[in-house]
């Protein structure tokens, strides 16, 4: 994709125009710098390639976080008309409802700095981090796998992990209906059985974090956060059980895709008809995927909140710890929308981007109805991260959907050169951020230089009116996988 | 002519370019790279042997299916690979031994988590006399 077959709408928009097979013109939201780093990669290809798929309602979006995934861009968002259009589980990625909660306590910032090496440890020994991870609670067995399938978050309140207040707060109250775990191989059930209450690798982190800066006084006190104060993000999804469904998912899709002879760029984008019997069970499948994800990240707060009692010696309300918001980041979700006038069942795929609902949608909370949807941006562990809102564009031009983090834009090997020479624990460490990480290669291959500059990316969606800003966080203390 | 392993540079995940003359030996040094992205391979010793048998029609998706088996005996037995031997294959099966440990926190050093083999730019090519075999892992 070349820079002059892009054509710049404005001081935030991109449009990549509809050529070729392209059933849609690609939209990508970026300042000019920005734009500059997205077109380092092959990931405005890959925005052109969704745009060919069946069904694609507007456009194929790309938010400013936008970078080369494996056939979906990771900061990709496509809608999908329900009834002529597809699901491809390339568009939800292999950590299906990856994801990330904030929670908000009582501690200040001020109280809690001399003791955030103790807590981070305390965390670390307490959530199983890193590959293969397990053993944060008893293994399920196959019944009880099941439960969480389909219950998701619910099931882990039922079983002593957090209360039921936290349901209110969760992306779809923390179970995606209609999940079905009788699509599901015997490997993916084997895959999550020991998993469930574990962090994993890579990317995903805990994060004791300060809030440094509110940016609108009421929505967050709405949200009960205060400047100085400390709060907590998780970022992680449905492990090994989300990665067997997506890879045994690909394969049969694959297969859907010869036989209702779709025509695809890239097999990464294999997909089925939503309608179709290949797509439904997909659906299905994926859903029960998020259910174990979202009860992962249920238990794992309730495993953060017993470590914080016991190491401070506090009462629960003395802690004052209380779930802010639950998104899902990689996902596919049956909504509503309005486009052009007119009204569209559809399928959007949200895959390294998150839903963003503006003020009034039926989906929020009624403690959050008039405020919107709170949207959780991470950046990487050296910088900051924020907590957004939506609004009401983001209902007519995204699909609901914004942006999900810094996003990478060194690959894993340039982070590693980089960092060579290099300690990046004590450079983290000067900057008051104390980490701690089970993968060798974690620290290096996550190190902040790895990753845009989040604010640059969240005040692109800002100008864009797609979400509102409410408060900046910085890092205390990082756990990595 | 060398067998070797090249790194890509991609942004989001890891990938290998993998070169060698012959079939048996692409698939059997794409599997110990493999394997070297997720643990030092001097670590691992060949105390049991497992035999691997996989199918596909075409060959760029045995030699997916091959790199998934050997990441499925990690997930679903942490059973960890450093040799791989008797390889046989034609272009729609594939069967080996494969020698190596169960898991152990404290020997092996785990370097990165792999979760899937992509499809993305997935490929076999024979060019110029060596076979290249190419794919993308989702970290």
Sequence with gaps: MTAESIIQKSEYLWEIPQTGPMRVPGFIYATENLMKQIHQDECLKQVANVAQLPGIVGYALAMPDIHWGYGFPIGGVAAMDVTSGVISPGGVGYDINCGVRLLRTNLTVNSIRPRIKELVTGIFHNVPTGVGSHGAIKKLDRKDVRKVLLKGARWAIENGFGSSDDLNFIENSGTLKEANPEVISERAYQRGAPQLGTLGSGNHFIEISEVRDIFDEDIAAQLGIQKGNVAIFIHTGSRGLGYQICDDFIKVTLQATAKYGIAIPDRQLACAPIQSPEGQDYLGAMRAAANFAFANRQVISALIESTLLKVLNLSPNDLGMRLVWDIAHNIAKIETHEFQGKKYSVCVHRKGATRAFGPGSPDLPAQYRSIGQPVLVPGDMGTESYLCIGTHKAMQETFGSSCHGAGRVLSRTQAKKRSQGRNLYQELAKAGIFVMAEGRSTIAEEMPDAYKNVTEVVNTMQLAGIIKKVARFTPLGVVKG | ?139
């Design chain 2, 1 to 139: 002519m060398k067998t070797y392993v090249q790194q890509l540079n991609h942004t989001s995940d890891l990938g290998l370019n993998v070169y060698a003359k012959s079939l048996p030996e692409l698939f059997s040094a794409a599997g110990r790279a493999l394997m070297r992205l997720m643990v030092d391979l001097d670590s691992v010793k060949p105390l049991e042997q497992r035999k691997l048998e996989v199918q596909a029609d075409e060959i760029d998706l045995l030699f997916r299916e091959w790199l998934s088996e050997l990441l499925a005996l990690f997930h679903n037995e942490e059973f960890l690979v450093s040799r791989i031997a008797k390889v046989r294959l034609n272009n729609s099966q594939i069967s080996a031994l494969v020698f190596g440990e169960k898991y152990d926190k404290i020997r092996h050093k785990i370097q990165r988590e792999l979760k899937s083999i992509t499809y993305h730019q997935l490929g076999v090519k024979f060019v110029g006399k060596r076979y290249i075999g190419t794919f993308i892992i989702d970290v």
